[in-house]
Nanobody, 126 residues
Framework: VQLQASGGGLVQAGGSLRLSCVAS????????MAWFRQAPGKEREFVVA????????YYADSVKGRFTMSRDKAKNTAYLGMNSLKPEDTAVYYC????????????????????WGQGTQVTVSS
C-alpha cells in the first residue's frame, strides 16, 4: 500500500486547508485511516482517525470542532478538512492506515499503523 498526502501549504491563522491522502496498490477498504502530525522538535501526535467498521471518527481534543475527516472509498482517498487554523497547528501531517481491523482503544497510537504517507507541510502564520 502506498499513501500519498497532499494539500498542505501556508495559511494565515483562522484560515482553512483540506488535505488529501490517496491510497494505491493493495488497499483495504475496511481498514481504519488516520492523520497524525509532527511539529519541529516534538513527537508525532494523533489528530484524527476513522474506523471504517463502525463509521465512527475519533478526534484529538485539540482539533475537535475545527477539523473534519472524511473518506471516499471509490477514490481510495481520505480527506482532512481543517478550519479555524491556529499557529500551533503548524506541523507535517501524515496519513496512515493498516491492513486489518483495529482495537478502538489503540486507534490513536502511531505504532498500530502499518503504512504511512510521506507527509505534507502545514504552516499557519499568526
Amino acid at each position: 500500500v502506498q499513501l500519498q498526502a497532499s494539500g498542505g501549504g501556508l495559511v494565515q491563522a483562522g484560515g482553512s486547508l483540506r488535505l488529501s491522502c490517496v491510497a494505491s496498490g493493495r488497499t483495504f477498504n475496511n481498514a481504519p485511516m488516520a492523520w497524525f502530525r509532527q511539529a519541529p522538535g516534538k513527537e508525532r501526535e494523533f489528530v484524527v482517525a476513522l474506523d471504517t467498521w463502525s463509521s465512527r471518527t475519533y478526534y484529538a481534543d485539540s482539533v475537535k470542532g475545527r477539523f473534519t475527516m472524511s473518506r471516499d472509498k471509490a477514490k481510495n482517498t481520505a480527506y482532512l478538512g481543517m478550519n479555524s487554523l491556529k499557529p500551533e497547528d503548524t506541523a507535517v501531517y501524515y496519513c496512515a492506515t493498516r491492513s486489518g481491523r483495529i482495537v478502538i482503544s489503540s486507534i490513536g497510537r502511531a505504532e498500530v499503523y502499518d503504512y504511512w504517507g510521506q507527509g505534507t507541510q502545514v504552516t499557519v502564520s499568526s
